[in-house]
Structures are given as structure tokens and as C-alpha cells.
């Protein structure tokens, strides 16, 4: 948690004298939802809500900062005797350096994106029931961890202040000093309002 203040800290140091000269913030906000039915008793479900704020230097390179908050879970035998449940929580922080290719007016800007995710919390509850009743969930839960991160993605320009913003990005599970090292990737919409 220490070193993700520190990183903030040093990127407003040098981002806050550019302030005072003409520079764009843009916030942002996208979410996503799925639900799929695996049989008449059993269905995955995720959900998660990411909030962005972004200052543009100029018009093709900025600093974002965001957060995300989602939770996923598999469900067994719903309204079954027996029964088996998995979900898993994770809250992140992520702080990226973004570079967008085209002109300001142009309608669609493609964009890459290089940083780092704070992944707060990440933990696994797995429960399972039968006519007794649930038996106590197990837990699974990641130590806090600063690791790698980079995505890619475009704004489809809406009118001058409103855009869509379609992405996916990628970040390593654990540390990468954690062998094996694995990747989790996400792919987000939403909108963002450049001001």
C-alpha cells in the first residue's frame, strides 16, 4: 500500500506544474455484467464497475488513474438440497500511462496503455451445502501485491466533450517474482467525459 501512495505522490509531482499550463481531464466510468445459464440449477455471474480520471499533456499523451471494484461466482444446484457455491472479490487500483494515436477531432482514436495495478484485495469464499445445511465456506485469499499491467483499446468520439471508450487490458496475477507466473485480462466499455 506504501508504494502505491509513493507512485501517486511522484506522478502529481510532476504532473502538478503542468497543470497550471492548458492540459484535458476526463473522467471516466464503464462496467460490465454477464450471466450465463449452465443448466436449469447452476449459472456463472460476474459484474464490475471501474472509475477512471485521466489528465492529457496534450492531445496523444496522458496519465490515468483508476479503480475497480467486481465480484464473480459460480452457483450449483441453486434451489437444490445439495448444492456448491465459489465467488470471488477483487478490488484494484491501477495507474497507467497512456498514449492515443490520431488527431483530437478525429472519430476513432486507438489507444495503448503501459502501468502498474494495486490489487488490493483478491479472495475466493467456497461453500458447499447438502441437507444439513452449508458447511463453512473455505478461503482463498492473494497477499496485496503492485504488479504489471498494459492494454489496448479506442475512443469512439461521440461529440466534443462525451466518448465511448472500449479496451482490454492484461496484468499479471501475482507478483512476477511468483512462479508461475499467470495473467488475468479484462475487456471493458463505458463512456468518458473529457473536460
Not at 126 to 150: F, M, N
Request: cysteine-free; charged content about 20%; proline content about 4%.
Amino acid at each position: 500500500m506504501a508504494k502505491l501512495y509513493a507512485l501517486i505522490f511522484v506522478l502529481f509531482a510532476l504532473v502538478s506544474p503542468q497543470i497550471a499550463q492548458a492540459g484535458f481531464i476526463e473522467v471516466g466510468v464503464s462496467g460490465s455484467y454477464k450471466r450465463s445459464n449452465i443448466d436449469r440449477d447452476a449459472f456463472d455471474e460476474s459484474q464490475s464497475l471501474t472509475g477512471s480520471l485521466s489528465y492529457y499533456f496534450d492531445e496523444s499523451s496522458a496519465v490515468e488513474l483508476s479503480y475497480t471494484d467486481g465480484t464473480s461466482r459460480r452457483v450449483i444446484g441453486e434451489t437444490s438440497v445439495t448444492g456448491h457455491n465459489t465467488t470471488m472479490y477483487y478490488k484494484t487500483a491501477g495507474l497507467d500511462f497512456i498514449l492515443t494515436i490520431g488527431e483530437r477531432e478525429a472519430t476513432i482514436r486507438p489507444y495503448v496503455k503501459l502501468g502498474v495495478v494495486y490489487i488490493f484485495e483478491k479472495r475466493i469464499l467456497d461453500q458447499y451445502r447438502d441437507a444439513g445445511g452449508p458447511y463453512p465456506a473455505t478461503e482463498i485469499k492473494d497477499s496485496p501485491a503492485l504488479v504489471p499491467s498494459g492494454g489496448i483499446g479506442f475512443k469512439l468520439i461521440l461529440s466534443k466533450n462525451w466518448s465511448l471508450k472500449v479496451g482490454a487490458e492484461a496484468w499479471t496475477s501475482r507478483p512476477v517474482n511468483e512462479q508461475p507466473v499467470t495473467v488475468d485480462y479484462s475487456g471493458k466499455a463505458g463512456l468518458s467525459w473529457m473536460f
